[in-house]
Nanobody
Framework: QVQLVESGGGLVQPGGSLRLSCAASARIFSINVMGWYRQAPGKQRELVAIITSGGSTNYADSVKGRFTISRDYAKNTMYLQMNDLKPEDTAVYYC?????????WGQGTQVTVSS
């Protein structure tokens, strides 16, 4: 069982930055894949970025060059650094972990980009 707790969301102006955190109850070095997803009002949940246990990363085209996913093994925490935020980045952001065939989700954190 892996529990995930997101934090770091909030209201930011266009062009601003936020860093989301996802604290895991398990040692993240052993988790196969971790990632960030988001869901905007009226839209389906979509992949934002993933990182594998081997350190490989993948990003949605819409966030490439602006967002960076990373992990801190000592803190068992995954991050999403979001720069140059745009209004279309507004959504609830969810942390996800896939471990030994079981998927886990956090409760989500709201990110609102507005002037």
């Amino acid at each position: 069982q892996v529990q995930l707790v997101e934090s770091g969301g909030g209201l930011v102006q266009p062009g601003g930055s936020l860093r989301l955190s996802c604290a895991a109850s398990a040692r993240i070095f052993s988790i196969n894949v971790m990632g960030w997803y988001r869901q905007a009002p009226g839209k389906q949940r979509e992949l934002v970025a993933i990182i594998t246990s081997g350190g490989s990363t993948n990003y949605a085209d819409s966030v490439k060059g602006r967002f960076t996913i990373s992990r801190d093994y000592a803190k068992n925490t995954m991050y999403l650094q979001m720069n140059d935020l745009k209004p279309e980045d507004t959504a609830v952001y969810y942390c996800n972990a896939l471990n030994r065939g079981t998927e886990y989700w956090g409760q989500g954190t709201q990110v609102t980009v507005s002037s």
